[in-house]
């Protein structure tokens, strides 16, 4: 058996275990809403019992989301250990790659600002926590960048050549 049918097996399953999940859950927190008398589930999470049967309904699918991102992640870093393995000259390139990655995060860190808020519910986001935020969103911006001048100067370069 090819590994495309078994991964095409896999995703089939891991599917239809989503699909009964979320049909269980959306099932069970109806119930909830009929049984409690609401019509919004926020309306649910009032009382610790009721936010209690809604955190049971909803477990499951959280858990299921938990182990597939688990996977990846372990598929993703054995994927790219074994190409590393077979080519070892292309570690030189994933090196620079990290290396830039890391100089665009310092500096967005550098140019991110941190200030204390208060939220509506009154809890406090410290200053770390907001400078990071920012460093998160301002490295988002510097990629953005990059991919559309990357994307726009190939697009030139292929124009020209023509």
């Known amino acids: 058996m090819s590994i495309s049918k078994i991964l095409s097996y896999a995703v089939l399953i891991v599917g239809l275990l989503a699909g009964f999940f979320l049909y269980d859950m959306n099932s069970d927190i109806s119930n909830l809403l009929l049984e409690n008398q609401a019509s919004d589930p926020r309306e649910l999470l009032v009382s610790s019992q009721k936010a209690a049967a809604v955190f049971d309904a909803v477990t499951p699918l959280y858990n299921l989301a938990i182990a597939v991102i688990i996977v990846l992640l372990g598929a993703t870093v054995l994927s790219i250990f074994t190409g590393l393995v077979k080519n070892p000259s292309s570690l030189k390139n994933v090196l620079v790659g990290l290396v830039v990655f890391a100089s665009i995060i310092g500096i967005a860190y550098g140019l991110a600002?941190?200030?204390?808020?208060?939220?509506?519910?009154?809890d406090v986001i410290s200053?770390?926590?907001?400078?990071?935020?920012?460093?998160?969103?301002?490295?988002?911006?510097?990629?953005?960048?990059?991919?559309?001048?990357?994307?726009?100067?190939?697009?030139i370069k292929k124009t020209i050549i023509r």
């Not at 600002?113 to 009154?122: H, L, P, Q, S, V």
């Open 113 to 122: 600002e941190g200030t204390e808020t208060i939220t509506r519910d009154g």
């Open 127 to 155: 200053v770390g926590t907001s400078k990071w935020v920012g460093t998160g969103l301002i490295t988002f911006y510097i990629l953005s960048i990059l991919a559309i001048a990357s994307t726009f100067i190939s697009g």
